[in-house]
């Protein structure tokens, strides 16, 4: 039957299978990954400077957008956990208020292990 068999090579609406996606997905990390660390080296230069208190209302910002683009890009590439830190990430930036000397250590552990699952994906 042929319409059996063209129903067996993909999904009910046509699309790849996701194992015919891997080689895709490869060629967008490897097309995006300088954004992605740029996005990384944001959310650790605020975790430091809202260690320090120097964080600015700009970095700030910019960190709580990249932390959210990070949370779902990561999960695009299979990178649960870097998207659960990101999301982690944004949440802290969301609240009001000047954050916790703990709050900052947490940023700076998460921006660190953001850093570390991004640079050992493939």
Known sequence: ?????QFDRGSATGAAA???LGPALDLLWTR???EIRQRVDLLEAAALDCASNR????QYEAARAAAH???????TFGLA???????????????????????A???TSIAAELRTIVDSHK
């Open 69 to 75: 683009k990070l949370a779902g890009s990561l999960g």
């Open 1 to 5: 039957m042929k319409c059996a068999a």
């Open 105 to 107: 250590q947490r940023l």
């Open 55 to 58: 964080l600015s209302s700009a």
């Open 32 to 34: 995006f990954l300088p």
């Open 18 to 20: 996701p194992a015919d």
């Open 81 to 103: 956990r870097g998207t659960a830190l990101a999301r982690e990430f944004e949440l802290a930036f969301s609240n009001e208020g000047t954050p916790s000397s703990a709050l």
